[in-house]
């Protein structure tokens, strides 16, 4: 059996591709479902994930894969830009990072000491309780800050990462005779497998995938 997304091969019985995560999901006869868990793909408004269609046959010669691949690379050449949008939003979401209380603590703590030194003249002499208090509302206000604007543009980046993701899958299920997975459909994969068969360094697809 092969993922439908990353093209592994995966042992009979298995439900999620261990490699890039793609749900398979099987019926009591041991069949696999195109429909997916709602359960395990919904989060909050996330929409569902658009389920992947079987894949075709690999063609049998390596003139008919050349032939074919040659075909499938100018149907998903429209896609080119959503590809290159899809890899901005993965790396988009790879750097953001969670707010830190200590980071917070350290920079509150110095704001409050330099207010504390322009403002605690005004007050009696030994009134320390007033850094502390000023320590912890500065701390405490802009961590709470951060922290729900690290979680908006998360769940905004998670949200267009996910609609661009199911574009592409919806475009990929309307490709005739395609054999391959979704993770080989983008142009720079296009690229290397047709030049690779071209000049023999490629002797099959199913070497590619193995390979790669």
């Known amino acids: 059996m092969i993922c439908r997304r990353c093209g592994c091969m995966l042992d009979k019985g298995t439900r ?10 099987f019926d009591e006869t041991g069949r696999r479902l195109e429909k997916q868990d709602d359960q395990a793909m919904e989060k909050g408004d996330m929409p569902e994930l658009v389920p992947l269609k079987e ?5 049998g010669t390596r003139e008919e894969t ?4 040659r075909r499938l690379r100018q149907y998903f050449s429209a896609m080119d830009e959503k590809y290159a949008v ?17 980071h917070w603590l350290a920079g509150g703590g110095l704001l409050a000491l330099l207010l504390y030194l322009l403002i605690g003249i005004h007050f009696p002499a030994g009134v320390i309780v007033l850094f502390f208090l000023l ?3 500065i701390s405490y206000a802009g961590y709470q ?31 005739t005779r395609c054999f391959l997975p979704l993770d ?5 994969v296009f690229h290397e497998l047709i030049l690779g068969l071209d000049s023999g360094m490629i002797t099959s697809f199913e070497d590619y995938r193995i390979n790669n």
């Open 55 to 59: 894949l075709a046959p690999v063609p």
């Open 16 to 25: 999620i591709c261990p490699f890039c995560g793609e749900p398979v999901v």
């Open 86 to 102: 899809l890899e901005d939003l993965w790396l988009m979401g790879s750097r953001w990072r969670q707010p830190s209380r200590s």
């Open 135 to 137: 320590w912890g509302v």
């Open 66 to 69: 050349l032939a074919e691949l």
């Open 145 to 175: 800050r951060s922290w729900r604007a690290y979680v908006a543009h998360k769940a905004k980046t998670e949200l267009d990462i996910r609609m661009t993701e199911n574009q592409l899958r919806t475009f990929y299920n309307e490709a």
């Open 184 to 188: 080989y459909t983008s142009p720079g």
